[in-house]
């Protein structure tokens, strides 16, 4: 459709510097609505200004309560006393040497405990009997014989079979019992079975070295760790072996999953600790209590 005369407007453009004016033809409704173009562009310029202005004060408000709280952050390091874990500033070989030694050692056989799923012990009373041997001591003999004392407790706990390889409760105990395949006989059971869902982690219960890694008979898949003192841990049953034959594991590392392979009537974990190649109850293994 062909547009009226009166809707189309003509703008003259004149040049200053002589150039030969030109003209442009813009409908008359644009030009009639040049001044709401311009309100409309003037508030849109107002908005933008304001948000600037706004986010310049957040970020100045923002940098004052950093300012405020790493000045409180200065005055407790200046109120709070620096605690160092270690000897530092300690004369070697002085009484305090020595606690601080005994503190870590005590730690890390809680440590030890408590990754076995066994209860830490108290190290209130810390210091000597008090009797009247214990009394001619000096503090650095006392001290020294503690920390000589840990050295060996704290190997001992982390190469000793204790504690247990999954927290459940038994399924089966150590020593003679029915045979689940043939009620009819009797056979020797030389471990202890602890109730599981296949795919759940067994953990070692002592640091050692992997002898075995595989399929053995009636244990399914199984593995075993020789630890020091002649101590041996074999865990049987399982639907998934973790670990390689040679490599070293550490007290409560994951090893492997529980299963119902082999010998087995359902899903669980066979744990045995052996001494000088022979079953003992792991059940006296399972606690520092006896």
């Keep these: 459709m062909k547009q009226k005369t009166s809707d189309i407007s003509t703008v003259v453009i004149i040049n200053k510097n002589q150039q030969p004016t030109r003209s442009v033809q813009i409908k008359t409704k644009h030009l009639n609505r040049l001044g709401h173009y311009a309100a409309s562009a003037a508030t849109v310029l107002v908005v933008l200004v304001g948000c600037i202005i706004y986010l310049r004060s957040q970020n100045t408000q923002q940098a004052q309560q950093n300012q405020a709280l790493l000045a409180q952050i200065t005055k407790l390091k200046v109120a709070t006393p620096v605690v160092v874990a270690d000897t530092t500033g300690v004369k070697p070989g002085s009484a305090q040497s020595y606690v601080k030694a005994i503190e870590g050692k005590l ?3 809680n440590d030890y405990l408590r990754r076995r799923g066994l209860k830490g012990f108290s190290t209130k009373g810390l210091g000597g009997d008090n009797n009247a041997e214990g009394e001619k001591l000096s503090d650095k003999e ?5 920390n000589n004392y840990l050295n060996q407790l704290m190997g001992t706990i982390a190469f000793t079979p204790m504690g247990y390889p999954r927290i459940a409760s038994f399924t089966s105990f150590f020593g003679y019992r029915s045979d689940p395949f043939d009620s ?3 056979e020797f059971h030389p471990g202890i079975d ?3 869902k296949k795919g759940d982690e067994v953990k070692c ?5 992997i002898v075995f890694a595989g399929w053995s008979n009636g244990y399914g898949k199984c593995i075993r760790i020789q630890h020091i003192n002649n101590f041996q841990t074999v865990y049987g049953h399982l639907s998934r072996i973790l670990v390689k034959e040679g490599q070293d594991v550490n007290v409560g590392d994951k090893i492997g999953l529980v299963g119902s392979t082999g ?3 359902g899903a669980h974990l066979h744990y045995e600790v052996r001494k000088n190649g022979k079953p ?3 059940v006296n293994f399972l606690t520092l209590n006896k």
Aim: charged share 10%; proline share 4%.
């Design 263 to 265: 010998h087995s009537t």
């Design 107 to 109: 730690k890390t056989i």
């Design 142 to 146: 006392v001290y020294s014989l503690y």
């Design 205 to 209: 219960t002592a640091s050692g070295k």
């Design 194 to 196: 602890f109730k599981g």
């Design 184 to 186: 009819g006989n009797a």
């Design 280 to 282: 003992v109850n792991p």
